[in-house]
């Protein structure tokens, strides 16, 4: 990896591990307002980030070091949640480290995958799309993998939580297209500097 990716690629690494590993947290507590604490957790608010941080590594690098990303802020995101969250002696703790895990992993490579086919069509298509089927992937596997057969209402709580991530991915094209002009800005200061050095 050339140098001057790697100061990027590391604080996106670092920022979706710190995400991955508070949403594991937050996914734990209803969202207690509005009457909606049957079908919303707080995890539904900061997880779609991680959407965001993938599709913006790929479309500034690529999807080879877009999975970089992923895998060291799945391994980290992990880690975090397993020292910082996990009760050992509770089940439904460690099924949701777990169904964590598998759904991070899958919906972000394909997230990756959709981003890529669609990156050359108007720009806001590829994260809309990209985010928007990731986050039914993930959701699906998450809730499954960590609350079927359980007395908690998981489909319900599925269903509001994939409801808040597509309202996320719309409201996450703002973000994204100001910091991929951010990015652009410095990408072309630092070609112009070299360019003149």
Not at 70 to 86: D, E, K, N, P, Q
Not at 98 to 126: E, H, M, P, T, Y
């Amino acid at each position: 990896m050339k140098s001057a990716n790697l100061r990027p690629f590391l604080l996106l690494a670092i920022f979706m591990a710190l995400i991955v590993a508070v949403s594991n947290y937050l996914v734990q507590f209803p969202f207690n307002f509005f009457g909606l604490e049957q079908f919303l957790t707080f995890g539904a608010f900061s997880y779609p980030i991680t959407f965001l941080i993938t599709d913006l590594c790929n479309r500034k690098y690529g999807k080879i070091l877009s999975r970089k990303v992923v895998y060291v802020g799945f391994i980290s995101g992990i880690s975090l949640t397993l020292f910082f969250s996990t009760n050992f002696n509770d089940l439904i703790s460690l099924r949701i480290a777990f169904g964590s895990g598998i759904a991070f992993l899958a919906a972000q490579l394909l997230d990756i995958q959709v981003f890529d086919r669609l990156r050359k069509n108007i720009w806001f298509l590829a994260p809309f799309a990209s985010s928007t089927i990731g986050s039914i992937v993930d959701t699906f596997l998450f809730f499954s993998i960590s609350f079927y057969g359980t007395n908690l209402n998981w489909a319900t709580l599925a269903l509001g939580d994939l409801s808040v991530k597509i309202l996320m991915a719309v409201l996450m094209l703002i973000p994204f297209r100001m910091l991929m002009n951010i990015l652009q800005d410095t990408a072309h200061k630092y070609s112009r500097g070299t360019s003149s050095a």
